[in-house]
């Protein structure tokens, strides 16, 4: 399927995954809309986006957490820009790596508003704007954590199991709304996921890809434009995928 034209909504667009999907989907010549909390990371994106392949993007401070203000930007919308051919979840975190029991309740909180709540209320919204519109496709990115528990992940795990049973209700709810649905589900991915997880401990941070090759944001992004692409009749429903040094959550190689 030819998507030039098309217009993409992505959240958490301002680094990683976001940011390399944003930039594939440029190159395949769609117009964007890029949201995410650091409104000055996605303003330079979109400039270097115009630049490179000339695309129209639409820069939006969001805050996916914040219900009333998810709400109220697409009451705001401008028209020309509520025909969402695409959704990209991407927007989600991870705090802390403790056992439950030891683990910081506020970090729960952010995990839970972002990854549940934040993707509930985007996806609300768009949805309505598909169906309004005949047709759309949304795209989760979840996680393999959504399919198997590691230790000390618990909660991190639990929101990421909670997107992947929200992604299997969306396509049984929207599959006669001419709306496909797809979660592409990554193992370990360097972004600055590490990085935010241990409150910015770069050290820490870089010892959870030592000695093994993790897969890159532009490999994910590859991925979300190879589901985007497909036939309309065609819906790739799951993608998991590892790093070749990855077998499974917990079973990593290392030299």
């Given at each position: 399927m030819n998507i030039k034209g098309k217009i993409v909504f992505i959240t958490g667009a301002s680094s990683g995954i976001g940011m390399e999907s944003a930039k594939a989907f440029a190159k395949e010549g769609c117009k964007l809309i890029l949201t995410a909390r650091r409104i000055d990371r996605i303003k330079i994106l979109a400039a270097e986006l115009l630049k490179e392949f000339g695309t129209e993007s639409l820069t939006l401070p969001l805050d996916v957490r914040k219900k009333e203000e998810v709400f109220t930007l697409f009451e705001k919308l401008p028209n020309d820009w509520k025909k969402i051919d695409i959704l990209l979840n991407n927007a989600g975190v991870g705090k802390g790596?403790?056992?439950?029991?030891?683990?910081?309740p506020e970090g729960w909180d952010e995990m839970i508003d972002t990854n549940v709540k934040g993707l509930l209320f985007i996806t609300k919204s768009v949805s309505n704007l598909m169906i309004k519109n005949g047709s759309g496709h949304i795209i989760n990115v979840g996680s393999v954590a959504g399919r198997e528990v590691y230790p000390n992940g618990n909660v991190y795990c639990a929101t990421k199991f909670a997107v992947?049973?929200?992604?299997k209700a969306m396509r049984v709810e929207l599959y006669d709304k001419n709306i496909r649905v797809t979660t592409v589900d990554p193992g370990m991915v360097e972004t600055e996921f590490s990085l935010v997880r241990f409150d910015g401990d770069e050290e820490r941070a870089k010892n959870v890809y030592k000695g093994m090759t993790p897969l890159s944001?532009?490999?994910?992004?590859d991925t979300i434009i190879f589901c985007a692409t497909r036939p309309a009749h065609v819906n790739i429903s799951e993608v998991v995928i590892y790093p070749s040094d990855q077998a499974n959550t917990t079973t990593v190689k290392r030299s």
């Open positions: 790596l403790s056992p439950l029991h030891d683990s910081d992947n049973a929200l992604t944001p532009a490999d994910i992004a």
